[in-house]
Nanobody
């Protein structure tokens, strides 16, 4: 089994930057695509980005393309989401997740972290 734990969330001002981390425990981290999602209460979970094990396949949602950067270090069992030029509409709970194959749908991811709150104030 894999366990994912996010960290790095907090309260920031619009225009600021923040880096989220996700640390995985287990022996299968390197075999999975890793993705980042976010969710606001009352709305569907929103895909943000994914990255393959080799880092050669990376994809971003239009809403964050150019502002957010996903990266991973398999030796450290860690995936990051660097968030720049944050806007108030970025306020949400952010989740990392693991999938066996390339995917943007939450239902296709097998493991999820507990989430970390990001609040952007203007």
């Amino acid at each position: 089994q894999m366990r994912l734990v996010e960290s790095g969330g907090g309260v920031v001002q619009a225009g600021d930057s923040l880096r989220l981390s996700c640390v995985a425990s287990g022996r299968t981290f390197g075999n999975y695509y890793m993705g980042w999602f976010r969710q606001v209460t009352g709305k569907e979970r929103e895909f943000l980005a994914y990255i393959s094990w080799s880092t050669t396949n990376i994809y971003y949602a239009d809403s964050v393309k150019g502002r957010f950067t996903i990266s991973r270090d398999n030796a450290k069992n860690t995936v990051w989401l660097q968030m720049n030029s944050l806007k108030s509409e970025d306020t949400a709970v952010y989740y990392c997740a693991a999938a066996l194959d390339v995917a943007t749908l939450p239902s296709l991811y097998d493991y999820w972290g507990q989430g970390t709150q990001v609040t952007v104030s203007s």
